[in-house]
Antibody, heavy 122, light 107 residues
Framework: EVQLLESGGGLVQPGGSLRLSCAASGFTFSSYAMSWVRQTPGKGLEWVSSISGGGDTTYYADSVKGRFTISRDNSKNALYLQLDSLRAEDTAEYYC???????????????WGQGTLVTVSS | EIVMTQSPATLSVSPGERATLSCRAS??????LAWYQQKPGQAPRLLIY???TRATGIPARFSGSGSGTDFTLTISSLQSEDFAVYHC?????????FGQGTKVEIK
């Protein structure tokens, strides 16, 4: 059974940083692209970033480009999202999600973790 | 980016009745469309991909149709566990984008 377990969310001040982690199990982690998707009550679901199975290709939403960094450690079956220069509008539930292919192209989200809440506020 | 518009925002349906949800893309997305179900306090769950292919374990009462810009999710006979929010998502163009969701509530 595929399992994705996020951690690392919390309350942070504007301009601060957080590192989200996602522990994966139940599948061959390195064979699949992975993504982060966030959700707010006002804006709904928003794709944030994706990374190919080998970690060599990454994609970012314009809203986070230059501030967030996606990475993965296939030896640990782990996905990460480094969040820097955080803004109030980054407040959201952040989900990691498994994509259907190794390549991070034409992606939809096959399985989702339970989410981790990031709150940016002073 | 491609804007996905779902209608209606809320759909009131009695158990056992059919529900029809719509999703429209601002540009052609071919058949690169997915549907997700989300219950309160839970993560979304993939229902349909490729506009009409059910994901693993999804009951046959869920069906998807359409291509290009207009898509439909049909739930043939609503069960109590189907009352939820449904999201569509296109993955034909970067960035992948979601609709704002349709809430299916008990009538």
């Amino acid at each position: 059974e595929v399992q994705l377990l996020e951690s690392g969310g919390g309350l942070v001040q504007p301009g601060g940083s957080l590192r989200l982690s996602c522990a994966a199990s139940g599948f061959t982690f390195s064979s699949y692209a992975m993504s982060w998707v966030r959700q707010t009550p006002g804006k709904g679901l928003e794709w944030v970033s994706s990374i190919s199975g080998g970690g060599d290709t990454t994609y970012y939403a314009d809203s986070v480009k230059g501030r967030f960094t996606i990475s993965r450690d296939n030896s640990k079956n782990a996905l990460y999202l480094q969040l820097d220069s955080l803004r109030a509008e980054d407040t959201a539930e952040y989900y990691c999600a498994k994509n259907p292919l190794m390549q991070a192209s034409h992606i939809y989200f096959v399985c989702w973790g339970q989410g981790t809440l990031v709150t940016v506020s002073s | 980016e491609i804007v996905m518009t779902q209608s209606p925002a809320t759909l009131s349906v009695s158990p056992g009745e059919r529900a029809t949800l719509s999703c429209r893309a601002s540009q052609n997305v071919n058949s690169n469309l997915a549907w997700y179900q989300q219950k309160p306090g839970q993560a979304p769950r993939l229902l349909i991909y490729g506009a009409s292919t059910r994901a693993t374990g999804i009951p046959a009462r869920f069906s998807g149709s359409g291509s290009g810009t207009d898509f439909t999710l049909t739930i043939s006979s609503l069960q109590s566990e189907d009352f939820a929010v449904y999201h569509c998502q296109q993955y034909n163009n970067w960035p992948p984008t979601f609709g704002q969701g349709t809430k299916v509530e008990i009538k």
